[in-house]
Nanobody
Framework: QVQLVESGGGLVQPGGSLRLSCAAS????????IGWFRQAPGKEREGVSC????????YYADSVKGRFTISRDNAKNTVYLQMNSLKPEDTAVYYC???????????????WGHGTQVTVSS
């Protein structure tokens, strides 16, 4: 059974940092792309970042470029999202998801986690 479990969310002040983790089970992570998405209250879900299975290619939304870094540890079957210089507009529920790279980038992954709340506020 494929499972994705996010962790690492919380409350942080503007300018602070958080590292989200996405632990995968039921499949071998290194064969699939992993994406991070977020959904703020009253807004549509948007893609944040994605990392491929093959060569580690990455994708970032313009709103997070230079601040967020995605990485994967295949030995631990885990993907991370390091978030620095956080802004109030980064407040959202963050989800990880998996599938083929093109599908994940297109916002159409096969499996989703349940999400972790990130709140950026003073």
């Amino acid at each position: 059974q494929v499972q994705l479990v996010e962790s690492g969310g919380g409350l942080v002040q503007p300018g602070g940092s958080l590292r989200l983790s996405c632990a995968a089970s039921g499949f071998t992570l290194n064969y699939y792309a992993i994406g991070w998405f977020r959904q703020a209250p009253g807004k549509e879900r948007e893609g944040v970042s994605c990392i491929s299975s093959s060569d580690g290619s990455t994708y970032y939304a313009d709103s997070v470029k230079g601040r967020f870094t995605i990485s994967r540890d295949n030995a631990k079957n885990t993907v991370y999202l390091q978030m620095n210089s956080l802004k109030p507009e980064d407040t959202a529920v963050y989800y990880c998801a998996t599938g083929m790279f093109r599908a994940v980038v297109a916002g159409l992954p096969d499996y989703w986690g349940h999400g972790t709340q990130v709140t950026v506020s003073s």
